[in-house]
């Protein structure tokens, strides 16, 4: 059996990917405001930050902040998980069930990779706001609705035009340069 070894860092910064367990699944847009409800409530249970997000119709990309000394991200994600596998099946979606009896709508882990410093940080949520477009879901990420790159325009750091224009390096978001 492998043996994941997670690194929990108290009050750290954290990208995610968590994926469905049908990666021809659409339930994570298609019941979007769902999916929102259940990390509002992970939230006011077991704070966290929210720095970048993107929803795909099979899986999301997170980065999240953790409060100063607690580390229990793992927590958090079964939290929503939980929580947004129990007002799917309350609005009348079909869920499969594992051969445990366990309702099988997501992977039963997820990835994580633990932010070092501040490029680590901006090649992850570029990664995030880009991933739409590696999908082939938008040409452009601002037309994937979808996305926190629309509150980093709504900020001023980040173009209406960002990544659309063809001059975001690519090649490299999420992985360190050594």
């Known amino acids: 059996m492998v043996r994941y070894r997670r690194n929990f860092v108290p009050g750290g910064m954290f990208f995610f990917t968590v994926t469905l367990d049908d990666r021809k699944s659409s339930v994570l847009i298609d019941h979007i405001e769902l999916l929102r409800a259940a990390f509002r409530e992970t939230q006011r249970e077991r704070p966290f930050v929210i720095d970048a997000i993107v929803v795909l119709p099979d899986h999301l990309h997170a980065v999240l902040t953790l409060p100063p000394g607690d580390s229990d ?3 958090r994600w079964r939290r929503i998980k939980g929580s947004f596998t129990r007002s799917v099946r309350a609005v009348g979606a079909k869920i499969s069930r594992d051969h445990r009896g366990e309702y099988s709508l997501w992977q039963r882990r997820f990835w ?3 932010i070092r410093d501040d490029g680590d940080f901006e090649r992850c949520v570029n ?3 880009f991933n739409p477009v590696k999908h082939q879901l938008a040409t452009s990420p ?3 609705p979808f996305s926190s790159l629309h509150r980093y325009v709504r900020a001023g750091i980040l173009p209406p035009d960002w990544g659309g224009d063809g001059r975001v390096d690519t090649t490299n978001f999420g992985e360190r340069k050594d």
């Open 142 to 144: 601002s037309d994937w």
């Open 112 to 114: 994580e990779h633990t």
């Open 127 to 129: 990664y995030v706001h």
């Open 73 to 75: 991200f793992s927590d």
